[in-house]
């Protein structure tokens, strides 16, 4: 079976780190060959900007080719259930895809959001497990409910700026931030999961428990943070969870108990306004850190100030999702040793 890069936490935390590594050498030496005459396929089911760019110019960089694919637009529209009768808009079934798509390519990456309808069936991750099930080249999840080609870059540029690849004992603080529309919990899952799996004092700040994230992954944060010797916790309280913090990571997602019920969910996400970064809440902090995933809506997630200040790496953690998946994609095809 081929290895995948679906999730952070289905690998080693040493392994983890050979990858920031590796990522850190691509940094500094942006061209090579080391995939050269190599191919990846990037199927995207959602827009992307940073995703696609950097996997795009990371292959072109290290010598491998690039197919870019919009399944429903330049590529036919796949079905994913087993057992149907395909009578409908899918023209083609997973198993195919994956298969063919295996015996062109050396790695296939996915980028597949939530419905946003039953978050019972979303959080089975259906499409990029079944490219997993089914491909015979390795898979990288390119965001789907989790984003670890982001969890990396995000670690990376913190070890930079700390000077360190040892993070233990940092005050993590993950906050939710108000957005208009209800987002994708991924981001979320993401940074909680690799915040505690590197051993930092994490807190998970949001306006109340119905904002608490998927059972898994809160698990998941509990365990990694009893692994590391880390911490883990959940607070409502703004001021409290910044105090002294090392690191500001900002977030919005959508309450798990409305999910596709978003306008009952509304008013209270409405009312939660002020869970914004601004100056006042990073002046709390220990001259702490400050980033997020981006795209970033300004004045409404962070304030310009928090933005333009030179305590935000959000651009350079940006810029560290090249070297990551650079890291990645040489790792999965040249290094086995790795896990």
Not at 113 to 132: C, E, I, M, T
Not at 169 to 186: E, F
């Amino acid at each position: 079976m081929p290895r995948h890069f679906l999730n952070t936490q289905d690998w080693s935390v040493d392994g983890l780190q050979q990858m920031l590594a590796s990522a850190s050498a691509f940094k500094a030496n942006a061209l090579g060959d080391q995939l050269k005459g190599r191919s990846i396929a990037l199927l995207f089911f959602n827009p992307s900007m940073r995703t696609r760019t950097s996997f795009e110019l990371g292959a072109f960089q290290l010598g491998a080719h690039a197919v870019v694919l919009q399944p429903g637009k330049d590529a036919w529209p796949i079905e994913f259930e087993l057992g149907t009768c395909m009578d409908g808009d899918t023209e083609e079934h997973i198993i195919e895809v994956a298969k063919v798509l295996s015996s062109y390519v050396d790695i296939i990456a996915v980028r597949a959001f939530p419905k946003f309808q039953d978050w019972q069936s979303d959080r089975q991750d259906k499409v990029l497990n079944a490219f997993a099930r089914y491909a015979t080249v390795p898979v990288i999840n390119m965001e789907t409910i989790t984003h670890p080609c982001q969890e990396m870059a995000h670690i990376l540029a913190l070890q930079e700026h700390f000077k360190t690849r040892d993070l233990r004992g940092k005050k993590y603080v993950l906050t939710w931030t108000y957005h208009p529309k209800a987002l994708n919990t991924a981001v979320a899952n993401s940074a909680l999961t690799i915040a505690t799996r590197m051993g930092m004092d994490v807190t998970l700040l949001c306006p109340n428990a119905e904002y608490l994230l998927d059972e898994r992954y809160m698990g998941w944060a509990e365990q990694n943070a009893a692994d590391s010797g880390g911490g883990f916790k959940v607070s409502h309280d703004i001021a409290a969870s910044y105090s002294g913090a090392d690191v500001v990571y900002a977030k919005s997602w959508g309450a798990l108990p409305y999910f596709g019920r978003w306008q009952d969910e509304q008013p209270m996400r409405d009312e939660n306004k002020h869970f914004i970064v601004d100056e006042a809440k990073m002046a709390l902090t220990n001259n702490g850190v400050f980033s997020h995933c981006l795209p970033l809506r300004r004045n409404i997630k962070a304030t310009d100030a928090v933005m333009d200040s030179p305590n935000c790496i959000a651009i350079a953690e940006a810029e560290n999702r090249l070297h990551v998946q650079k890291a990645i994609m040489d790792t999965l095809i040249n290094r086995p040793e790795i896990s």
